[in-house]
């Protein structure tokens, strides 16, 4: 079990940014698969970014897509996500997620891609708010 623990959710205002963070305890960020995903009231965790574990490759929700941008700190063991021109529809409150990837699996299959389901997730932080409202 990945203990992630997430910071910097905050009350904004429409159009402006914020910053999140998560910081990692593990050995190093280039076994884990590391991802963002968000959930609004009432409504299902819906994914928003992730990265792969050799982090080459990134991906986006279409709705964040242009606005957010997602980067990792393999010398922190931290991921962030950078969150511009934030929108009512960007509340939510906000999970790092982070998974395993085997060595053998990567030697097997080669470029293993980013995850953007939660259930291929199984270590989660507890949240942290972001409100956006006038």
């Known amino acids: 079990q990945v203990q992630l623990v997430e910071s910097g959710g905050g009350l904004v205002q429409p159009g402006a940014s914020l910053q999140l963070s998560c910081a990692a305890a593990v050995s190093t960020l280039y076994k884990y698969g590391m991802a963002w995903f968000r959930q609004a009231p009432g409504k299902e965790r819906e994914f928003v970014a992730a990265v792969n574990w050799s982090g080459d490759t990134t991906y986006y929700a279409d709705s964040v897509k242009g606005r957010f941008t997602m980067s990792r700190d393999t010398a922190k063991n931290t991921v962030g996500l950078q969150m511009n021109d934030l929108e009512f529809e960007d509340t939510a409150v906000y999970y790092c997620?982070?998974?395993?990837?085997?060595?053998?699996?990567?030697?097997?299959?080669?470029?293993?891609?980013?995850?953007?389901?939660?259930?291929?997730?199984?270590?989660w932080g507890q949240g942290t708010q972001v409100t956006v409202s006038s």
């Open positions: 997620a982070a998974v395993y990837i085997d060595p053998n699996r990567v030697a097997s299959e080669g470029v293993i891609p980013p995850f953007t389901a939660a259930n291929e997730y199984d270590n």
